[in-house]
């Protein structure tokens, strides 16, 4: 892990993979496909990609219950004192809609309601991400969408991983099937015989699944489109080297193209939290996925003050920041952009992936500058209410038609203006 | 404007512009000049498109105090008065940061601040609008936004006009410059010598601004890219026939393109607005771009119930819905997908354009089934906060390390682990 002299070469902002044409054009092909021959299209592409020839998409409650019932009990227990959690802290996040009434008889407010159908994308693959699964469907749940429906690419034998199944029942997902790829998200936007169309899909996957979000998005709402994750670590003399490198490690064990960045006061703990990540890296089941990612996006920066790192640790606007310092809440506190910040030295990262409550799908690649956690109020919508009493209109309509025609609209002017109109009708 | 018969042929979803080949390019190529020639690329594409050679892109303040103090003071007032309203409005939606604290000493929550620097694109042309200033500034400033920049091009003599200036002093506005198109787009995004770049971009602006808007997305947030304009009203014979076709009206004078529908459980209504439409078309100023948006875009619906009608109403999920009705309010309370909703005679919809408080930047094309009105929400961002306490990772750091190894992610479960390590460091 190389340690660095200028701040220029930090730099969270890597290129967002955009996909081929040919990826492109494959995608564009599936989701016709699957707007025209629905069904058939879910069964056809399934055995193309996934090598199973389903007779049913939908996963039946026998199958789920069979899941949950045969799950190791110690693991089931675990998630579910996550989803818990989980739960509970998005339950915090609640808004009631409001109203504010004014002298003149008129109400004001905001009518906040949840979105009324979400589909939640789960990659297949080699390994299971059940976190997934609870991170997408738990503050839909807690919004109020009624209808939950996931899609998930089954494996050879058609089947879904029991993981996620386990956690899709915990988590109270309403219905599921096995359909995964450009065509699950062509299914979740378009409709077929069998599933029903949503109004907004959320959920990670690859660059087909990707391509396709970014291709239905206007027919409905999508998530973010999410980078290679990202940690930073502030740290001054008091933190614990072996600590850090196994957090940086933690990351780097993701992807090749994640990022692990520590920002340091000590040039102590630089040099002892390099051969850290050196000495643990070899050891690590995952180590050439992690050194790779450590020699392309890994750095070490030192700095002169805690405030020079907060600034640095501003402009980077990490996914994931851990503050390791001495009065590190009150560091904390300094930082403007960062998508969860893990303080002190019990908040190691995994602690959020998992299991203390906040969502671990947050902002990558710098865009904590303006967004946010994926949370509760990505599964609502607002109506804003107008009821003006006839006190009200009549008190204002001559200002509201001044400024209409200020801005040149003559029949919003006489709109307002009809209600008073001495003619009548 | 025709009655229809099937709701079939009810829909407010209409392509989006996506632009041609050629403005693509063209878009393309300016945002490039503007990222290596900086201002005076900026001063150029000025020239060029607005047809003015600046000798500076700032307006002073004197110009901005000038434009103040020599504006009808009647309309200054009425403009604001509207501001107040605006501002007392978005108010209520501001929210604070929150923690909880469990028993174990840990701290989890939210931090919720402002964007540091936002971006108001201000279109120029023939009409000034006023009402876009305060409605895309003031949400903003309301969330505590510190710098807010507007851009808008300059007519030919190098001015902005004074209802603009004059609005955005009264709004708040931090900086202003004179570039429009997508070289203003490009300075907010990429900054210049004169400006400095800015987090979010949001306001209208045409095809050019549109393409500008969605190429710097990543680099920058930005708002939705707004379609044409819509309302529904939906009635019964308790509405008065002018009242309702001049609020009709109202959205059609904005664009060929806008959309008038109304939605009526009387026969005797939907033949008398006919008319009343009719008669009121030829009257308008804006008559022949009224008159082309209800041939195309209007339609009046016959239903058979109330409840028929809010059905309706929920499939189009319009951006400004009108409901004048018998208890009008507990009507519009089962609408689920509206952007606006006016409720009852005097809620004319230029109250909500204009003046009452509610924000008029409002989701298009349907997508108000997943979509909300610009607020305050819209410029901040959260950042979760994770701080467990020694006791709490203790209890729980192997039910973590137990769901990272389902996940695959051993140097997840190491991480954690790595905090209670015999060895100790």
């Not at 992690?290 to 907060?310: C, L, M, N, P, Q």
Request: charged share 25%.
């Amino acid at each position: 892990m190389k340690i660095i002299k200028s701040k220029q070469a930090l730099s969270l902002k890597r290129t967002v993979e955009s996909g081929t044409d040919e990826q492109q054009r494959v995608v564009e092909e599936i989701l016709q496909g699957v707007k025209e021959r629905k069904d058939e299209a879910l069964l056809d592409y399934t055995e193309r990609f996934d090598g199973v020839r389903l007779s049913r998409l939908i996963v039946t409650g026998e199958e789920l219950d069979q899941a949950y019932d045969t799950f190791d009990p110690e693991l089931r227990d675990i998630l579910e004192e996550a989803a818990r959690n989980i739960t509970s802290f998005h339950e915090e996040q609640k808004r009631q809609s409001w109203f504010k009434t004014t002298p003149d008889g008129s109400v004001l407010g905001q009518k906040i309601q949840p979105i009324e159908s979400v589909g939640v994308y789960v990659p297949g693959g080699t390994a299971a991400y059940p976190s997934s699964v609870f991170m997408n469907v738990i503050p839909a749940k807690v919004a109020g969408v009624k209808r939950i429906v996931m899609v998930s690419p089954p494996n050879e034998n058609g089947d879904l991983p029991d993981g996620v199944l386990v956690a899709a029942k915990i988590a109270g997902v309403t219905e599921i099937y096995k359909v995964g790829g450009a065509q699950g998200i062509g299914a979740l936007a378009y409709g077929t015989e069998t599933i029903e169309p949503v109004d907004k899909i959320t959920g990670p996957g690859n660059i087909y699944v990707a391509l396709a979000k970014r291709a239905v998005y206007g027919d409905v709402d999508i998530d973010m489109i999410a980078g290679p994750s990202e940690i930073v670590v502030l740290a001054d003399d008091t933190a614990v080297a072996s600590e850090v490198a196994a957090d940086l490690l933690s990351q780097a064990e993701h992807d090749t193209r994640a990022c692990s960045i520590l920002v340091t006061t000590s040039e102590k703990l630089a040099f002892r939290v390099q051969e850290e990540v050196e000495s643990q890296l070899t050891r690590l089941p995952r180590e050439s996925i992690a050194r790779k990612a450590i020699r392309d996006h890994g750095a070490i920066y030192v700095v002169t003050s805690i405030e020079e790192g907060v600034d640095v640790i501003d402009e980077l606007a990490p996914e994931h920041l851990e503050v390791m310092t001495e009065d590190a809440f009150s560091v904390a506190m300094k930082v403007r952009n960062a998508g969860a910040i893990f303080i002190g030295r019990y908040s190691s990262e995994p602690v959020g992936d998992y299991f203390a409550g906040p969502n671990h799908v947050l902002p990558t690649n710098g865009t904590a500058r303006f967004s946010s956690p994926l949370n509760v109020d990505d599964f609502v919508k607002k109506s804003s209410i107008i009821q003006y009493s006839e006190k009200a209109l009549k008190d204002h309509y001559q200002k509201i038609a001044a400024f209409a025609r200020l801005e040149g609209l003559e029949a919003h002017a006489r709109a307002v203006e009809s209600r008073f109109r001495e003619d009548g009708e």
